[in-house]
Nanobody, 123 residues
């Protein structure tokens, strides 16, 4: 059974930092690309960042470029999202997802999803 479990969310003031983790089990993790997505109140789910199976290729949506960093540790079956200089508009439920292919920023391309972790940024 494939499981993706996010952790690390919480409440932080604007300008602060959080580090999200996505722990995977039940799949050959080192063969899967992983994406981070988020869904704010009343909004559609949107892409945030994605990383290739090897970690050699990364992609970011424009609004987080230079503030967020995606990375992975295949030995620990975990992907991270370091979020710095957080803004109130980053408030959302953050999800990680995996697909057996190259990373994309398209929410519909991913096969497995976690349950999400809440990130709230206060002004």
């Amino acid at each position: 059974q494939v499981q993706l479990v996010e952790s690390g969310g919480g409440l932080v003031q604007a300008g602060g930092s959080l580090r999200l983790s996505c722990a995977a089990s039940g799949l050959p993790f080192s063969s899967y690309a992983v994406g981070w997505f988020r869904q704010g109140p009343g909004k559609e789910r949107e892409s945030v960042a994605a990383i290739s199976w090897s970690g050699g290729d990364t992609s970011y949506t424009d609004s987080v470029l230079g503030r967020f960093t995606i990375s992975r540790d295949n030995a620990k079956n975990t992907v991270f999202l370091q979020m710095d200089s957080l803004k109130p508009e980053d408030t959302a439920v953050y999800y990680c997802a995996a697909r057996w292919a190259a990373q994309t920023m398209n929410v519909y391309d991913y096969d497995y999803w976690g349950q999400g972790t809440q990130v709230t940024v206060s002004s």
